[in-house]
């Protein structure tokens, strides 16, 4: 387990660009209808077999034991969040090729390590990140704040310059449904692509603020086909961190299990798509967020 202090400022504002999707995945149009009217649901089988052509177009291939030794050695490098304590435990922060998921309660500290990281992964020039608010959650004054308080020995000039180079390289969309959501995904896939022949500034965070809110409204019911859209859009952010080296970052909230004890949401379904996941917990009183090991491809968490 490890610590870190969270500042006690606050947003005042939460400002977030947004782009209009255009038309993705028209094979799950007749499930998004059905969902959205809520007044009748899809046998199980059709669920299936509308959901099951976008998971096959987004197959990956077998791999042998040395290619995939070979590829976890490849270009796998870590970014750092900026916090130390999460660094260490992480060794080294966070994994490029890989899903990291953060749960929590809320204020937590969830959204806070989301901003940090992001600005300091733009801060150390590691390329670009992309913030995905699915909860206005995204503010720029907060990330403001944080540049302002690690650029104490700055000059009001350096400050401004070091605060437009960090904002320059996070690019924010609002997301409010998970059709949205695998429309970027899509989009995201082919910008990657072009990037790698064209020699663009690479992007190399990607942060989902919230998953949980995006897939929980589609879940339940008799039907499989929320089941299906929330495995669907895992397999499509692991293959995107996989292929382009990408390190993805999510949030997930908590629910209550047996006994009134608090677990992470989404289900046992999602349980296995992170490859790392981290449980925050907030002392309110020393204002201090606990971090622990859930579940790490990595390490032994025992």
Known sequence: MAEFNEPRSKATASVSSSGNPTSFLSRASKCAKTLEEGNRSLSDDAGFAQVQ????????????????????NRNKHFLPTG??????????????GQLTE?????????????????????DKHFGV??????????????????????????SGEAKERRLKRIMSNIFCHS???????????????FNLKHQVTSGHTKICLLIIDSISSLLTPVLGGKGSEGRLLMVSAGIILKKLANEHNVSVLVT????????????????????SIPHVRLQLTHDQGSNICNVSILK???????
Request: proline share 3%; hydrophobic share 40%.
């Open 83 to 96: 916090y130390e304590g999460i660094d260490v435990l992480l060794g080294g922060g966070l994994c490029e």
């Open 53 to 72: 052509p976008m998971m096959e177009d987004w197959h990956q291939p077998w791999l042998n034991g040395v290619e995939l030794l070979e590829d976890s």
């Open 296 to 302: 790490h491809t990595f390490m032994n968490h025992q």
């Open 129 to 154: 990140v992309m913030f995905l608010d699915t909860c206005n959650s995204f503010s720029p004054k907060r990330i403001a704040c944080m540049v302002d308080q690690l650029s104490s020995s700055f």
């Open 252 to 271: 997930n909230h908590m629910v209550g299990g047996e006994g009134g004890i608090l677990k992470p949401a989404l289900g046992e379904s999602w349980k």
């Open 175 to 189: 997301i409010f449904d998970i059709f949205a959501l695998l429309d970027v995904l899509h989009q995201l896939e």
């Open 102 to 122: 953060i749960v929590g309660s809320s204020s937590s500290g969830k959204t806070q390590v989301c901003l940090y990281s992001a600005a300091h992964v733009a």
